[in-house]
């Protein structure tokens, strides 16, 4: 991808715009996928049709830990991508 | 089709994004569409098949299916900071 | 999205089309992935190469009721939208 | 480039939608394909992974497996309105 | 899709590398999907970061039997577009 | 915008196709990373929800399972005959 730096003023922009593109698009992809993780783990009864307190809870950690788990995931993967070594 | 900045398109920026957005909104809600259906399918419906249409028990808890989904996803959205239940 | 209303009429050309495209590849995804559910759950056994009544019956039970099922989940997420009450 | 109705892209309007309907129906097809293809090794493959050769029960298995998957598209395909089994 | 033989030349090439783009997607796709199939399949102790011979073997057999097995389908799958008959 | 051969949205051919590669790379990485984190976490996540924050034994749990992950997706580039380890 090293010809990329060597692209004028007007395609870095071309390029810089698909990167934004992408990252919306992934990051709406992945709030519907989290909604979807955590519905599927927390929620076991419809005899009603509003989430009990025990239900609301179990998803609000259920998505605040996918969030700190990816964004380890992320840190681990960036330093993969650039061949760091990683204690064992 | 005067003036001001245009993309690799030949549209003027504004636009240009503004069909962008409403393409990714666009997408977005067909994919919560797609995933609250086959999670309160997962839910609700009886395994046998025994007939092909649904019974009481399986029509209500699709009603409430469909609504403590929706309120999950307002429950993570405002977790990523997004500004209307459900919404972008 | 309120100012997709403001455009001129080939811009809302341009914006049916690409609802156009969206609602085909959605459909033609959903009869995937209909087939595949129903499949997965309604064959089992490989001794023959042609369904069996039973699992004929299976698959089109399976694929009706999950018809049936879309389209209560679609009226119900189309209320959700709109900000409708909707019965406990 | 004479002539007739234009997309946004100035290409003619029916031969646009040529090109739109033969790349909907090859990712159509890409997805079928794909998703026949996980269902039978689900279905077919054991998963003690003791060789990496597929075996006698596996092979007829595989051919099983696609022939049902075909028929079960065809049968969805029917109470979808589609005209011709396994086509769009 | 026979309209498309009429089309003229540079037409057929921008439809060969729309199938080209398509492929090379699909197979970045497969590569993804295949990795993490086998991955959950063999990988169940995270004592280590690293893999020992048993894991590495597992992986190895995994996906060289998924790609024999992808072959397999994708003859019979060819034979089923062309409505040739399968034995038994 | 002058010589050489040009695609049907009018940029030369080369310049084309390095955009289309660098997407390519861009959407296999963002495809490769969801699955890795949603892997792992199927893998390290303890389904509990008892607290919202990731203890240690996940931690490292996670490290590992990045670093399994990676090392798979070396042994199946290698198979598919790729030639830099979680590369195209």
Same mark, same amino acid.
């Given at each position: 991808m090293d010809d990329l730096e060597n692209l004028p003023e007007e395609d870095k922009q071309r390029m810089a715009s698909m990167i934004d593109r992408l990252q919306v698009s992934d990051s709406l992809k992945m709030y519907n996928s989290l %909604?979807?993780?955590?519905?599927?783990?927390?929620i076991e009864n419809f005899r009603r049709k509003t989430?009990?307190?025990?239900?609301?809870?179990? %998803? &609000?950690?259920?998505?605040?830990?996918?969030? &700190?788990h990816s964004m380890r995931v992320s840190m681990r993967f960036a330093e993969l991508n650039q061949g760091s070594p990683t204690p064992d | 089709?005067?003036?001001?900045?245009?993309?690799? =398109?030949?549209?003027?920026?504004?636009?240009?994004?503004?069909?962008?957005?409403?393409?990714?909104?666009?997408?977005?809600?067909? =994919?919560l569409f797609n995933k609250l259906t086959q999670t309160c399918f997962e839910k609700c419906i009886e395994r046998k098949y025994k007939e092909s249409d649904l019974n009481v028990g399986e029509n209500s808890c699709i009603d409430r299916c469909v609504a403590k989904y929706w309120q999950c996803t307002g429950i993570v959205g405002t977790m990523l900071g997004s500004s209307k239940p459900g919404g972008m």
């Open positions: %909604v979807e993780r955590c519905f599927s783990h927390c989430l009990d307190k025990q239900e609301e809870t179990c %998803v &609000k950690r259920c998505a605040e830990k996918y969030l &700190k | 089709m005067s003036g001001g900045l245009r993309t690799a =398109d030949g549209l003027p920026v504004e636009k240009e994004q503004i069909f962008r957005m409403a393409q990714q909104e666009m997408e977005y809600r067909v =994919d």
